[in-house]
């Protein structure tokens, strides 16, 4: 895994119109990941769309499959586990309550704009 598999998995949810995404580097802290990749759907379609385009995305560009998914059953809160990368796609009030950033708030983020 690079860098550039994260930021390629947060441009394809940006493409999706995802709300606010970011990638937290918490790989110093965390033994079981090196990213996390967190955003936001204003509903639980948009939600959807954004888990299917980056997993797409990631299977088109690194023949990636996540190892595990949660969440699908309500598209409020759902998880996909790829190893060095946790895709967090929230319901946009759901974000809200859990507040991920503020609690990831000292870890660095990763420019996946460029």
């Not at 937290?24 to 379609?45: E, M, Q, W, Y």
């Not at 980056?54 to 996540?66: F, L, Q, Y």
Request: with cysteine; charged share 35%; hydrophobic share 40%.
């Amino acid at each position: 895994m690079s860098d550039l598999d994260v930021c390629r998995a947060a441009r394809a949810a940006d493409d999706k119109l995802a709300l606010d995404t970011v990638v937290i580097d918490v790989g110093d802290v965390l033994a079981i990941t090196d990213h996390f990749v967190i955003t936001s759907g204003r509903n639980t379609r948009q939600v959807r769309a954004i888990v299917e385009a980056v997993n797409e995305e990631m299977a088109r560009t690194g023949d990636r499959k996540p190892l595990r998914t949660e969440g699908t059953d309500t598209h409020e809160w759902v998880l996909v586990d790829y190893g060095d990368f946790v895709l967090h796609v929230f319901l946009d009030e759901i974000r809200e309550y859990y507040e991920l950033e503020r609690l990831w708030g000292d870890r660095p983020r990763v420019d996946w704009s460029a």
